[in-house]
């Protein structure tokens, strides 16, 4: 996987978002993630075809915009404690479920463009298969992260709570699955872990081309990520 620039400001994009963690470690993890996605996740929008999302994601940065807002609507289910509701998440505590959801919401379409590092172009296509290349794209880094000199020990229950969000991100497509133009059948959400389930719905419901998601802040036209 070809290692994009790094720029120390792309957490910039998703401050509020990233507030919202619990764990100080799978925060800096997912600062240190967003240095290293490929630069098109931040120019580019959230459909290649203009289809499947609403008008606002449709535009230059709107992938950013629908990632913000599937974490938004995530949020809110958690303050609602649907942390609470779950039944299979191997013994997990509610706060690791909580920062397992926002993780794999935050990095579900990094990867949508392909993993290739390169700027936007309207040209490109979305990958059918980017769940599949996300999923592995947290688990390289987690291994690479943990191991990194000059950062504090990345504790196992975190460690396990990458894990966890890498596997939902690979469902997140749910009853998507299947594509005219690819031969690769993603991972059903059937038969996911309720926090795969739960990650497809906040997908879902940010892609419905009727709702449109109110941000408490916006983002600085022009900022450089």
Not at 131 to 154: C, Q, S, V
Not at 155 to 175: S, W
């Amino acid at each position: 996987m070809k290692t994009p620039p790094l720029y120390s400001d792309r957490s910039f994009f998703f401050q509020e978002e990233l507030s919202w963690f619990l764990s100080p470690a799978i925060k800096d993890f997912s600062s240190f993630c967003l240095a290293r996605v490929p630069s098109c996740f931040f120019e580019a929008p959230a459909s290649s075809s203009g289809k499947y999302h609403p008008e606002y994601t449709k535009q230059k940065g709107g992938l950013v915009l629908h990632t913000r807002a599937a974490m938004g609507i995530a949020k809110k289910l958690l303050e609602g404690r649907i942390q609470d509701f779950q039944r299979d998440f191997f013994c997990a505590s509610p706060d690791d479920f909580h920062d397992a959801l926002l993780l794999a919401l935050l990095f579900h379409d990094s990867c949508k463009y392909g993993a290739e590092e390169c700027p936007y172009d309207p040209s490109m296509h979305t990958v059918f298969e980017h769940p599949l290349i996300a999923g592995e794209f947290l688990r390289t880094y987690a291994d690479i992260y943990k191991n990194l000199r000059g950062k504090p020990p990345f504790p196992k229950n975190d460690f396990a709570i990458v894990m966890l969000a890498a596997q939902a991100v690979v469902t997140h497509m749910g009853v998507f699955n299947i594509s005219k133009y690819s031969n690769i059948v993603l991972p059903s959400v059937v038969h996911a872990s309720w926090l795969g389930q739960v990650v497809h719905i906040c997908d879902l419901i940010a892609s419905d081309c009727h709702i449109q998601y109110l941000f408490n802040h916006h983002i600085e036209e022009g900022h450089n990520g």
